[in-house]
């Protein structure tokens, strides 16, 4: 067991900064809809959605005990240290990576394939929990698709509900302008209570490996709070070009679409952090988005765009392995 004292400080720190990038990498997903149909200013939007971040970080546990112990188990794991180094590293480098090209790709895939690729480099295939990774990976598979139906049956039936009352489409747009500053508030919060417990789940992690913590399914407060406060802080910073493809590339956005594609991603992600399993919000969020252009226009949704969204989600776990697996090899040649 590995449990040099600087490894663990190293880890921490690394984790922390991995929220950071997850804030301003994944929370222009949760407003660029409400940027996009100018609800709000661009830096209101922002502080919206870096406070109710920060709140739904601080509400739950359930993700973060599963990112901790249904991979595989630390406690087990001679080099978890330095597994959990490796991991975050590759993370954070793909994160900046499609952060910089524009991508919407998602930190929850980055971060558990990581954690698959540096445990499988360092221990062996015997030692992942098959059966936890699966569950893991059958939410980060299912939720998008679940968010695009359910987005495409709702903005379905808002626009059944909204042309048998006869209320002309500028109207009904004005009022949606002004609900989605409440959605883009339940989808920044509900960002907050699955995406901030990735790193708290991965902290908790190192700390059981070293020795420093009993056991994967009590999450110390003060991990809770410095990963809510990263994430925050994060957020402040924005993610301008994640919000200009989301936003505007996907698909041409109105205030009834943005409403109603938040409402049902939001709901989307909620439950799944109910049920403790990760799933990514940027796409959640994406699909949605797909979801409701696809009910207005089929043809109306830019799938070129769309299409290079899909491959990054199914690159980015094995990409990530790789990279994991590459950075714990750099690393057992020092430590």
């Known amino acids: 067991m590995h449990t040099s004292l600087p490894l663990v400080v190293a880890v921490i720190v690394l984790a ?9 990498h994944d929370t222009a997903n949760a407003i660029a809809t409400t940027v996009s149909t100018k609800a709000l200013p661009p830096k209101t939007a922002i502080a919206l959605a870096a406070v109710m971040n920060f709140v739904g970080a601080l509400a739950f546990t359930g993700v973060a005990k599963t990112i901790g112990g249904k991979i595989a188990d630390p406690a087990k794991l001679e080099f978890g240290v330095l597994i959990v180094l490796a991991a975050l590293l590759a993370a954070i480098f793909w994160n900046l990576v499609t952060w910089w090209y524009g ?4 930190s929850s895939h980055a971060l558990i394939g990581s954690v698959v690729g540096a445990v499988l480099t360092s221990a062996g295939v015997q030692q992942i929990n098959w059966n936890g990774f699966v569950e893991i990976f059958e939410a980060l598979i299912l939720s998008p698709i679940i968010a695009l139906v359910a987005a495409f ?16 489409p500028a109207k009904v747009n004005r009022g949606f302008r002004y ?3 409440v959605t883009a508030a339940l989808q920044s919060f509900t960002q907050g209570t699955n995406d901030a417990q990735k790193a708290m789940g991965i902290i908790v992690f190192a ?21 809510a406060i990263s994430m925050g802080l994060g957020t402040s910073v924005g993610g301008w070009k994640i919000i200009k493809t989301v936003g505007g590339k996907i698909t041409k956005i109105e205030p009834i679409n943005g409403a109603t594609a938040d409402l049902s991603s939001s709901t989307i992600i909620f439950t799944f952090t ?43 776990l094995p990409i990530s392995a790789l990279l994991a697996a590459f950075f714990y090899y750099v690393l057992s040649l020092f430590f």
């Open 16 to 24: 922390v900064s991995f929220d950071f990038i997850n804030g301003f």
């Open 207 to 227: 700390l059981v490996a070293a020795g420093l913590h009993t056991d994967t399914a009590t999450i110390p407060f003060w991990v809770q709070l410095i990963c």
């Open 274 to 316: 109910q049920l403790g399993l990760p799933v990514s919000s940027t796409h959640v969020i994406s699909s949605g988005i797909m979801g409701v252009g696809a009910a207005k226009r089929l043809k109306g949704v830019n799938w070129g765009v769309a299409k290079r969204i899909i491959i990054t989600w199914f690159i980015t």
């Open 153 to 168: 049956v709702l903005m379905k039936l808002v626009y059944a509900v909204f042309r048998s009352i006869h209320i002309p």
């Open 179 to 181: 609900f989605q500053i």
């Open 103 to 106: 991508i919407p790709s998602s």
